[in-house]
Nanobody, 127 residues
Framework: DVQLQASGGGLVRAGGSLRLSCVLS????????IGWFRQAPGKEREGVSC????????YYSNSVKGRFTISSDNAKNTVYLQMNSLKPEDTAAYYC????????????????????WGQGTQVTVSS
């Protein structure tokens, strides 16, 4: 079965960095997009970045553009989210998800577009 496992979250000071990983297993698709979403308490789930498997095209929301970088390592079946210059408002549970139908790296990212979801990993940024 298809599984996505997010990891790499933790506690970091404002201005610091973290790298999140999303490991894909049981993944038979060749045309798909992997997205990163985040959800803070009391807020809606927000798509922040995604990457397309076929050409590695990427999308970033305005809130993270210039600070976050999404990338993939096909040999490890892993997608990464490098988060730099972290701010307290980045504090959230971060989720990776797969879009195997539209398979586009574009915005706005909608939850309904993504077909498979992993468990979240918590990122906490202190001021």
């Amino acid at each position: 079965d298809v599984q996505l496992q997010a990891s790499g979250g933790g506690l970091v000071r404002a201005g610091g960095s973290l790298r999140l990983s999303c490991v894909l297993s049981g993944f038979p698709f060749d045309d798909y997009a992997i997205g990163w979403f985040r959800q803070a308490p009391g807020k809606e789930r927000e798509g922040v970045s995604c990457i397309r498997s076929t050409d590695s095209s990427t999308y970033y929301s305005n809130s993270v553009k210039g600070r976050f970088t999404i990338s993939s390592d096909n040999a490890k079946n892993t997608v990464y989210l490098q988060m730099n210059s972290l701010k307290p408002e980045d504090t959230a549970a971060y989720y990776c998800a797969a879009d195997v139908v539209t398979a586009q790296a574009m915005g706005p990212m909608l939850r309904s577009t993504y077909d498979y979801w992993g468990q979240g990993t918590q990122v906490t940024v202190s001021s």
